[in-house]
């Protein structure tokens, strides 16, 4: 079987740094991805690591560590827009050549001002 | 490339009618997926289609739900006997194989009373 955890909330404050841990059980493991989802709309995708390290992107990088199954988030400089609920997801050659993705439950994030 | 469209975005039924959904997904990629999502939670697997082979279905469904994407273009979903647990927002993904990240519809939400 496979299975994700994240915090369900994390509040912080306008300008600061926020980190959304994901740590994952998975039978063969591709990747890991992350998403960003306001109230009412579309899943964005943000960020993909499908080897060790970090990958930046403008104000936010994510993180894996495959040996111990764990990844996040890393959001800089917050801004109020940030507020939403921020998923990761995991694929593997299990699932259709890394084709499918399963999603964790969410870390809903509130910025304030 | 207007994204993934869905069709429609909300959809309010009566419990024991047919629904269907239809999803028009960017015209490069070979991949359609469904997810199904409820309030608070990520979202779920249903089924994916690579090119107008449908390559896995969750065992979550039941034969209520069936899925098709003729010719390999768009797809509809439809369920059949609508209940109540069914209300939920439909999304509609799709991807290009070797290619990381999902482009996301807006959703369908679905409400059965």
């Known amino acids: 079987g496979q299975s994700l955890e994240q915090p369900s909330e994390v509040t912080a404050v306008e300008g600061a740094i926020v980190q959304i841990n994901c740590t994952y059980q998975?039978?063969?493991?591709?990747?890991l991805s992350w998403y960003q989802q306001h109230d009412g709309g579309a899943p964005t995708f943000l960020s993909y690591?499908?080897?060790?390290g970090l990958e930046e992107t403008g104000r936010f990088s994510s993180f894996l560590s495959r040996s111990d199954s764990y990844g996040y988030l890393l959001l800089q400089e917050l801004q109020m827009k940030d507020s939403a609920s921020y998923f990761c997801?995991?694929?593997?050659?299990?699932?259709?050549?890394?084709?499918?993705?399963?999603f964790g439950q969410g870390t809903e994030l509130s910025v304030k001002p | 490339d207007t994204g993934v469209s869905q069709d429609p975005r909300h959809k309010i039924t009566k419990r024991g009618q047919n629904v269907t959904f239809r999803c028009d997904p960017i015209?490069?990629?070979?991949?359609l997926y469904w997810y199904r999502q409820t309030l608070g939670q990520g979202p779920e697997f249903l089924t994916y289609?690579?090119?107008?082979?449908?390559?896995?279905k969750s065992r979550l469904l039941s034969d209520r739900f069936s899925a098709e994407r003729p010719k390999g273009s768009f797809s509809t979903l439809e369920i059949q006997r609508t209940e109540q647990g069914d209300s939920a927002m439909y999304l509609c993904?799709?991807?290009?194989?070797?290619?990381?990240?999902?482009?996301f519809g807006s959703g369908t939400r679905l409400t059965v009373v």
């Open positions: 015209s490069e990629h070979n991949r």
């Open positions: 690591n499908g080897l060790d």
């Open positions: 993904a799709s991807s290009f194989t070797g290619t990381q990240g999902y482009t």
């Open positions: 289609f690579q090119n107008e082979a449908q390559l896995e």
């Open positions: 998975t039978s063969g493991f591709y990747g």
């Open positions: 997801a995991v694929s593997s050659p299990l699932y259709n050549q890394g084709g499918k993705l399963i």
